[in-house]
C-alpha cells in the first residue's frame, strides 16, 4: 500500500480581531494530525492563535475562467462607492 | 543556486511572432508583473520547469537538514543545541512550503520524493561536502544560508504567486539561520588559537563550494534568458555572486580569517572584488553525483523513507478506522 496522505489547506488567525488567513497546504491522514502539523509548519514564530484546516479537496473555487462574468457586473457600479457622492464643503462630519 | 542550471524545455527564447495569443497574453501579464497561480492558464513549458525550480528547492532544503544535522548531538552547548534544532527544524519546514508550492502545479509529493531518489531531480552541489567539524556549522550558516539569503530575496518577487509567497515565509526565517552561524564564527576567532585555526580550515573547505551554488556563468544560457522572461530567476548567477562576495569578504575580514584565494582584491574601478577562477570541473562532478558525499547522502534519504512506510501506512489505516466508526455512530 502507498496511498498518499490527503492534503489539507490551512488558515491561520494571526491575531485577535483578526480573520483566518490561507498560509499553505500540508498532508495528514487526519484534522486532529493536521492541526497539529500546521503548528509545526506555520507557527514556530507566534504567527497564530488559532489555526483551521479544511481538505483541500473539499475546497471549491471560482474558475480564472469566469473571472469577467463574475467581476466585471461590479466594475460599472461606482455608485457604491462614497466618493460618487460629493458633498458640499459646508457640510461637515459625512 | 538551491536550483541549480534548471533546464526549460526550451532551445531559444521565443519571441512574441512565435507566440500563440494565449502565450502573448500570458508574457504581457508578467511582464506587467501580474502573479500567476495555480488555475490560471500558462504554457507547458512554464509549468514544467517552475515544477522542476522549485522541486530542487524543496529537495536541497531537506537533503540540506543532513550535514547539519550531524552536529546536532555534539554541539557544545545546551543553547548552541537548542538553535541548531529550530535551525534545522526550519529548514524542514522550509521543504515543506516549498513542496507544498510545487504541488499546486499538478505534481504530487510522493512523485517528487520518487524523482529524488531516483536521481532524476537534483539538489544543490553544497549539501554533498562534509560536515568535519562544529566549525563547519558555523561556516553553513555564515556561508551558505547567506548565499541562500542572496538567491531567494529577489525569487519573492517571481511571477508564480505559491513560489513567491513561499519564498516571502523563508526569507523571514533565514536572517536567523545566517547569524546563529556568524555568532557561531565569531565564539571560535574570539577564543583559543586551536578554535581560530579550526574556523580557518571550514572557511578553506567550504569558500569555493559556496561561490559555486550560484551555478556557472549563465549570461549566455537559453535557460537562463527564457527564466528571465517569465520571472522566474531574476538576477545572473554571476551578479548574485558578485554581491555574495562583495558582502561577505569584509565579514570574514571583521572575523580576522583569510579568504582562501590569493587573487581576491578589491577593484576600486569596479567597485567590487575581483576573484579567482572556480573550479568548474569540481561542480560538474559533484552535480554528476561524485562529490564526497553525494550516495551517503541519498542512502540517507533513502532509507529514511523507507523505514518510515510502515508509520505512513499505520497512520493512514488508523485514521480510516476511525472515521468508519464515526460513521457508524453517526
Ligand atoms: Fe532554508
Ligand atoms: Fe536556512
Known amino acids: ?94 | 543556486m538551491y536550483a541549480q542550471m534548471v533546464d526549460t524545455g526550451v532551445a531559444k527564447v521565443r519571441d512574441v511572432a512565435e507566440m500563440t495569443q494565449e502565450e502573448r497574453a500570458f508574457q504581457d501579464r508578467i511582464d506587467a508583473d501580474v502573479k500567476v497561480e495555480p488555475k490560471d492558464w500558462m504554457p507547458d513549458a512554464y509549468r514544467r520547469t517552475l515544477i522542476r525550480q522549485i522541486q530542487q528547492h524543496a529537495h536541497s532544503e531537506i537533503v540540506g537538514m543532513l550535514p547539519e544535522g550531524n552536529w546536532i548531538t555534539r554541539a557544545p552547548s545546551l543553547q548552541r543545541k537548542a538553535t541548531l534544532m529550530a535551525k534545522v527544524q526550519d529548514e524542514g519546514g522550509h521543504g515543506l512550503y516549498l513542496y507544498c508550492a510545487a504541488e499546486t502545479l499538478g505534481v504530487s509529493r510522493d512523485a517528487m520524493v520518487a524523482d529524488l531518489h531516483a536521481g532524476k531531480v537534483k539538489y544543490s552541489s553544497i549539501f554533498n561536502y562534509p560536515t568535519l567539524t562544529w566549525a563547519d556549522i558555523g561556516t553553513i550558516g555564515w556561508l551558505v544560508d547567506g548565499a541562500a539569503i542572496m538567491n531567494q530575496i529577489p525569487l519573492c518577487r517571481c511571477s508564480f504567486g505559491p513560489y513567491a509567497r513561499a519564498m516571502i515565509r523563508v526569507c523571514k526565517e533565514e536572517s536567523f539561520h545566517q547569524r546563529q552561524g556568524y555568532d557561531i564564527m565569531l565564539a571560535l576567532c574570539r577564543g583559543t588559537p586551536e578554535q581560530k585555526v579550526m574556523a580557518q580550515d571550514a572557511l578553506n573547505r567550504w569558500w569555493w563550494p559556496s561561490l559555486m551554488m550560484f551555478g556557472p556563468p549563465d549570461a549566455a544560457s537559453v535557460h537562463s534568458a527564457q527564466s528571465a522572461r517569465w520571472k522566474i530567476k531574476l538576477l545572473s548567477n554571476d551578479e548574485l555572486r558578485q554581491r555574495f562576495v562583495d558582502q561577505t569578504v569584509p565579514q570574514a575580514d571583521y572575523l580576522g580569517l583569510k579568504v582562501p584565494d590569493d587573487r581576491l582584491a578589491w577593484s576600486a574601478e569596479r567597485g567590487h572584488y575581483d576573484f579567482g577562477e572556480i573550479d568548474w570541473q569540481e561542480f560538474h562532478e559533484v552535480i554528476k553525483g561524485n562529490g564526497p558525499c553525494n550516495r551517503e547522502r541519498m542512502q540517507t534519504r533513502i532509507k529514511a523513507w523507507e523505514d518510515g512506510a510502515w508509520v505512513r501506512e499505520a497512520a493512514l489505516a488508523h485514521a480510516e478506522k476511525h472515521a468508519a466508526r464515526e460513521r457508524q455512530a453517526a
Open chain 1, 1 to 94: 500500500m502507498s496511498s498518499e496522505w490527503p492534503l489539507w489547506e490551512i488558515f491561520i488567525r494571526s491575531q485577535h480581531g483578526l480573520a483566518h488567513k490561507h498560509v499553505g497546504s500540508l498532508h495528514a491522514v487526519d484534522a486532529q494530525m493536521a492541526i497539529r502539523n500546521a503548528r509545526d509548519v506555520y507557527t514556530r514564530r507566534n504567527e497564530g492563535i488559532s489555526i483551521w484546516v479544511a481538505r483541500s479537496a473539499d475546497i471549491h473555487a471560482s474558475s480564472p475562467g469566469d473571472k469577467e462574468a463574475l467581476f466585471e457586473p461590479s466594475n460599472d457600479k461606482v455608485y457604491r462607492h462614497p466618493t460618487f457622492f460629493p458633498m458640499p464643503d459646508d457640510v461637515k462630519h459625512i
